[in-house]
C-alpha cells in the first residue's frame, strides 16, 4: 500500500506551485486526488523525537528524517527517494531506493 505524509503532499504543492510546474488549482487538484488514492498519515510528538534521533545517527535533514521516520511508524519496508541514500538500510527496518537508479 503507498503512504504518504502530511509533509510529502505540503512538499508537493510547494513544488508544483514554486516552480511553477501547474497552478494552484491544479495543483491543489492532483494533492486531492493523492488525498482520496492513497493512506495519508500524520505527526507527532514521538515522531518528532524519532526524526531528531534519525538526523543524529543518519545525517538526513530534519525534514527527509521525519519523512524516514513516517514509514517506519507505518512498517513501510521501502521508502522511494531520488535524493536520499539509494540502497541504505535505516534501523533495519526500512531501505531507501532511488526509483531512477536502475540496478
Known amino acids: 500500500m ?5 509533509q510529502v503532499l505540503g512538499e508537493l504543492y510547494n513544488v508544483l506551485t ?6 494552484r488549482d491544479e495543483a ?6 493523492l488525498i482520496e488514492n492513497f493512506r495519508i498519515v500524520n505527526h ?4 518528532v523525537l524519532s526524526a531528531i ?10 525534514w527527509d528524517s521525519m519523512i524516514i521516520v513516517s514509514a ?6 521501502y521508502l522511494y527517494s531520488e535524493d ?6 535505516i534501523n533495519g527496518k526500512l ?5 531512477y537508479i536502475l540496478k
Open 28 to 33: 491543489r487538484k492532483i494533492i486531492i486526488g
Open 2 to 6: 503507498i503512504t504518504l505524509s502530511t
Open 72 to 77: 517506519m511508524e507505518n512498517d513501510c519496508r
Open 44 to 47: 507527532n510528538e514521538f515522531s
Open 53 to 62: 534521533e534519525i538526523n543524529m545517527n543518519y545525517g538526513y535533514s530534519y
Open 95 to 99: 531501505t531507501i531506493i532511488n526509483p
Open 84 to 89: 536520499m541514500q539509494s540502497n541504505q538500510t
Open 18 to 23: 514554486r516552480r511553477k510546474m501547474t497552478s
